[in-house]
């Protein structure tokens, strides 16, 4: 799995199944997967369209978040573009929300692992938090070049902005309990909208590093994090001052 490789080599690319797929899903295939009605699949049994949905994802490198993707995915399952359809009724976005799924699935393995916990125990709270944001952005690697695709995607209808949201504020929130944060005031919104106006900035810059191993974007992370710090510090002061927190 390309997440689960990522989280085992933590601030390295990520490692996994991202082989290009035939090109068995053509425009055509795509086409009978979003709109074509037909007979029900025998591939409605439990577990076909999760199984379906997790090889798509495989074929994403290739075909992009697409109904291609998932059309590829039926075609090597002997399945139907209408078991396609079932899998995924909203097309593109249904893939992109369960790679997201999988990523967080495979941090939140990593954030359990021992070796993780102890890494973390010997380092600052910054630099927790970069390794943190190192080793989500890393996973998404093996699918960089269509995460472009994937931004827009999860910007195109107010449902799945709102699930892009919703994930983002899980995820932040992780990082920060990860990182050690027990806050129970103001600080406790601050520090998660902060982080995550980075997490998504550095996101951004990482579509166009072209450094190897992406040094640049950790750089610009730890960059980032150094004036949230700051930021933050000012607000603090800011906020002791007018008396609104201790």
């Known amino acids: 799995r390309a997440c689960a490789g990522a989280a085992a080599a933590e601030g390295g690319e990520a490692h996994g199944a991202a082989g290009a797929a035939g090109a068995g899903g053509g425009a055509g295939g795509a ?144 990082m920060w309990v990860a990182a050690g944060d027990k806050s129970t005031d103001l600080n406790w919104y601050s520090k998660r909208a902060v982080l995550g106006a980075v997490y998504a900035s550095a996101e951004i810059y990482m579509l166009t590093d072209g450094s190897e191993g992406k040094v640049d974007t950790w750089a610009f992370i730890d960059r980032r994090l150094d004036d949230a710090v700051s930021a933050g510090r000012s607000l603090g002061e800011a906020l002791r001052a007018a008396g609104v927190t201790k």
């Open 31 to 174: 086409s009978a997967a979003r709109g074509g009605g037909g007979q029900k699949e025998g591939g409605a049994q439990d577990g076909v369209p999760a199984r379906l949905l997790s090889l798509a994802l495989d074929k994403v490198p290739a075909h992009g978040f697409t109904d291609a993707a998932l059309v590829a995915a039926a075609e090597e399952l002997g399945l139907s573009g209408a078991a396609a359809t079932s899998a995924a009724p909203r097309g593109g976005i249904d893939l992109v929300e369960a790679f997201v799924a999988r990523c967080d699935s495979a941090f939140d393995a990593a954030l359990a692992d021992d070796h993780t916990q102890q890494e973390l125990a010997d380092l600052s709270v910054k630099e927790r938090l970069a390794k943190l944001l190192r080793l989500r952005l890393s996973m998404l690697s093996p699918v960089l070049e269509r995460w472009p695709q994937a931004l827009a995607l999860r910007a195109s209808s107010p449902q799945a902005a709102a699930s892009t949201v919703a994930a983002g504020a899980r995820l932040v929130d992780a």
